[in-house]
Nanobody, 126 residues
Framework: QLQLVESGGGLIQPGGSLRLSCVAS????????LGWFRQAPGKEREGVSC????????DYADSVKGRFTISRDNAKNTVYLQMNNLKPEDTAVYYC???????????????????WGQGTQVTVSS
């Protein structure tokens, strides 16, 4: 019933841009902090970015600062991740997740998030 579905991934050349979307159903995102995470083969899942329940705070992993931007549209029950100047090391499966405000942004640890999407593959390669 509570579901998050990511979309927008694909194959992109280094330096290119992608915009990921995550749409929620079964619950409203108004009352949740939201995060984007990624996992590459052989690596642990890592936090990429988050946005607070009120939308007034955001946080980013050092590796993506200045390149990625998180945003939310509560009317559409959607959270976005704009990814610019993509690098090969950005290649991973990207997941969106929702957390109760008390354990949400600026927390980027996966254990702080309760609801997860299935993920969308992003491959950065020439």
């Amino acid at each position: 019933q509570l579901q998050l579905v990511e979309s927008g991934g694909g194959l992109i050349q280094p330096g290119g841009s992608l915009r990921l979307s995550c749409v929620a159903s079964g619950f409203t995102l108004d009352y949740y902090a939201l995060g984007w995470f990624r996992q590459a083969p052989g690596k642990e899942r890592e936090g990429v970015s988050c946005i607070s329940q009120g939308g007034t705070e955001t946080d980013y992993a050092d590796s993506v600062k200045g390149r990625f931007t998180i945003s939310r549209d509560n009317a559409k029950n959607t959270v976005y991740l704009q990814m610019n100047n993509l690098k090969p090391e950005d290649t991973a499966v990207y997941y969106c997740a929702a957390a109760h405000p008390a354990t949400g942004c600026p927390n980027l640890h996966p254990l702080g998030y309760d609801h997860w999407g299935q993920g969308t593959q992003v491959t950065v390669s020439s």
